[in-house]
């Protein structure tokens, strides 16, 4: 029976070095996951940050770092180019007060509840809705519209003096 016994002793350490070993694995993952996320929250701190400095100190920034905040610039102008050209694209507009972006027919923007209208808007005296200035008639609420007012052509002048 010693066979057995020194078998069954032998099993059972090796059975719990192997259940430590798990143990040591799990830790191991579970410290590189929180090792991870806190990298990724440091990262978004740092990001947080720089563009805190960046708002506050820009100036002072110029002096330092040029060539960083030049590049910066560059890259905020062009996110603002592309954002404009896909509203166009879309046939939406951009809030002028918070910059985002607004559905084509919003009379107030969603975020930060400016009312927004067209320069060139004209509105129904009866209900209030935006309408196309060649409108005689208004979509909404079918009332009258007065006709847009047409630029007077002034007469020539007479090169004669008579009037």
């Given at each position: 029976m010693g066979?057995?016994?020194d078998l069954t002793k032998t099993i059972a350490k090796s059975g719990a070095a192997v259940a430590e070993k798990a143990k040591d694995v799990s830790e191991i993952a579970s410290a590189t996951?929180?090792?991870e996320k806190e990298k990724l929250a440091l990262e978004k701190l740092y990001n947080e940050l720089g563009k805190k400095m960046y708002e506050n100190y820009k100036e002072d920034l110029?002096?330092?770092?040029?060539?960083?905040?030049?590049?910066?610039?560059?890259s905020v102008n062009k996110i603002a180019d592309a954002k404009i050209n896909?509203?166009?694209k879309k046939g939406?507009?951009?809030?002028p007060s918070c910059?985002?972006?607004?559905?084509?027919?919003?009379s107030f923007c969603p975020s930060c509840g400016r009312k927004v209208t067209r320069a060139n808007a004209a509105f129904c005296p009866a209900c209030g809705k935006e309408v196309s200035k060649s409108s005689a008639f208004c979509p909404a609420c079918g009332a009258g519209l007065p006709k847009a007012e047409q630029p007077k052509e002034e007469a020539p002048e007479n090169p004669y003096g008579e009037g």
């Open positions: 066979f057995l016994d996951a929180t090792m110029i002096a330092k770092v040029p060539e960083l905040v030049e590049k910066i610039d560059a896909i509203n166009e939406n507009r951009t809030c910059g985002k972006e607004l559905v084509k027919n919003s």
